[in-house]
């Protein structure tokens, strides 16, 4: 699958760029040690720890439902709490969540008045999680958490697979390998990239110790030199901090085009930049209802 090459940053946004993620390093490398002395183990006080699965999403309510809910309600794992970061959503995603009436589901609206990036096709695929995410971390009462975007999906075992991981390995953080589906309906298997010192897998493969959430996505991730969004951010920012990783060489989840769409990540977003500045834009209508919501 070919990948388009982004668009390098300026020399002044990448010192930018590098002077935030130095700083958020630093802080982490700390904390992490800090956690590390109150409890060198992963902390965990149960065979069957609750898990917090964070979805961020925009306006996709139909894949949403389809796809990423569907197949996190279905995991042999039960004890967990689906957390979907809705962020500013103007279509149905709040009244088709609210209508599962799953008590293991829970809405968190997050504002969207303001993207905090410029605005591009690319920068979207980049950053445009950030914020969701970050809210969603924050509200989550589980000891892990895991990640799903809104149009992917898991195996059904996925979750049950990594926390027994986590449990016997002395890991703080699994990934594993995906299964990717193109438009033609060929198969492969992505086993990760190499991210450093170790290989990580996609981040719909995530699952991490709650007390990682020290470690903040950066909204400031565009601003770098590479050609790699916000997860790969974090991931080499969790392996130079020095959380212990542990990669399952199976498969977790499944990545496969959106409807309409022929390509999958970034290649998506620049093939169809129109559609995706008109969708991701920040509305009048938006600004509207969330000045509304605040008694702005």
């Not at 004890?79 to 799953?102: F, P, Q, R, S």
């Not at 974090?234 to 901090?241: D, G, S, T, V």
């Amino acid at each position: 699958m070919r990948v388009p090459k982004l668009s390098r940053p300026g020399l002044l946004q990448r010192t930018v760029g590098n002077v935030v993620s130095g700083a958020m390093f630093a802080y982490g490398w700390v904390a992490l040690r800090y956690q590390h002395r109150l409890a060198p183990g992963a902390d965990m006080n149960s065979q069957h720890p609750l898990v917090s699965v964070l979805i961020p999403t925009h306006n996709r309510a139909d894949l949403l439902i389809k796809r990423s809910l569907t197949s996190v309600l279905s995991q042999t794992y039960r004890n967990l709490e689906v957390i979907v970061c809705a962020h500013g959503c103007t279509d149905d995603t709040v009244k088709n969540v609210t209508g599962l009436n799953d008590p293991r589901v829970r809405l968190l609206v997050v504002p969207r008045d303001s993207l905090g990036y410029p605005e591009s096709a690319e920068n979207h695929w980049l950053v445009g999680p950030v914020r969701p995410l970050n809210a969603g971390t924050k509200a989550a009462r589980g000891q892990l958490i895991a990640l799903l975007g809104d149009d992917d999906e898991w195996v059904p075992d996925h979750l049950e697979k990594s926390v027994a991981e986590l449990l016997t390995s002395g890991a703080e953080w699994v990934s594993g390998w995906s299964k990717d589906i193109d438009s033609q309906g060929s198969v492969s298997t992505n086993m990760g990239s190499h991210e450093g010192i170790e290989v990580v897998g996609g981040v719909a493969t995530w699952v991490y110790v709650a007390y990682l959430r020290f470690a903040k996505w950066n909204i400031h991730s565009w601003r770098k030199g590479w050609d790699r969004p916000n997860d790969i951010d974090l991931a080499q920012r969790f392996l130079k901090m020095g959380v212990r990783h542990s990669l399952l060489p199976r498969v977790g989840a499944i990545w496969q085009p959106r409807p309409g769409e022929t390509s999958l990540g970034v290649a998506a977003y620049i093939e169809n930049s129109v559609e995706m500045l008109q969708r991701f834009a920040v509305k009048p209508s938006e600004l509207k209802k969330e000045k509304g919501r605040r008694g702005v």
